[in-house]
């Protein structure tokens, strides 16, 4: 993130916070600055930002999972968000999900399709985010706080919400096996 010009930054933390703190301390190594949210209890993707001073912050701002890893391209993103006038814009990765069984579609215990092994396509959330001050201030405070919610009360709120499908590398690296293909990648691939 830093090499695309991003430099002040806000960390959620609670599980293995000192870890995380001893690691990336100020963010003067990075050439960052670094400022920490300490939840007391867990608070869900968005709910840490309710501690946010939002007058005291650049927006829109950027928003990201700590358990990816990806080749986005960040200024192109944020771009993106400001052209189309959205309120939250998300990122989104298209996947399939490949069923190795024939799939019955039944009424009534009556056959009306089969699919032999049949593939699916979905656009799922990337976990990177782009949100306008509005956005920010609708994360209730000191309260779980998944960003679907926030997404869901967006749209309660009739504000525009965009997609912008990502095509470069993501991964997710919340499970092992997925941290150890991107750990190859990293090295491989010099991501």
Request: with cysteine.
């Amino acid at each position: 993130l830093v090499e695309y010009g991003f430099s002040n930054f806000y960390i959620a933390v609670n599980h293995k916070s000192e870890m995380i703190m001893d690691y990336f301390k100020d963010g003067s190594a990075f050439n960052a600055t670094i400022q920490y949210l300490h939840e007391e209890k867990p608070l869900g993707t968005a709910g840490a930002l309710s501690s946010l001073d939002t007058d005291a912050i650049d927006f829109p701002c950027l928003v990201m999972n700590c358990d990816i890893l990806t080749t986005t391209n960040f200024p192109e993103l944020l771009e993106f968000h400001c052209n189309e006038g959205s309120a939250l814009t998300v990122a989104t990765r298209r996947m399939s999900y490949d069923i190795p069984y024939g799939v019955i579609e039944a009424v009534n215990g009556k056959i009306s399709t089969l699919k032999e092994k049949p593939s699916y396509e979905y656009e799922i959330n990337a976990g990177i985010y782009i949100l306008n001050k509005e956005v920010v201030n609708l994360v209730l405070k000191d309260e779980f706080f998944d960003m679907t919610d926030l997404m869901q009360k967006a749209l309660e709120k009739d504000m525009h919400l965009s997609t912008y499908p990502i095509n470069s590398y993501w991964i997710d690296i919340g499970e092992l096996k997925t941290l150890e293909r991107a750990r190859v990648d990293y090295e491989t691939l010099g991501i």
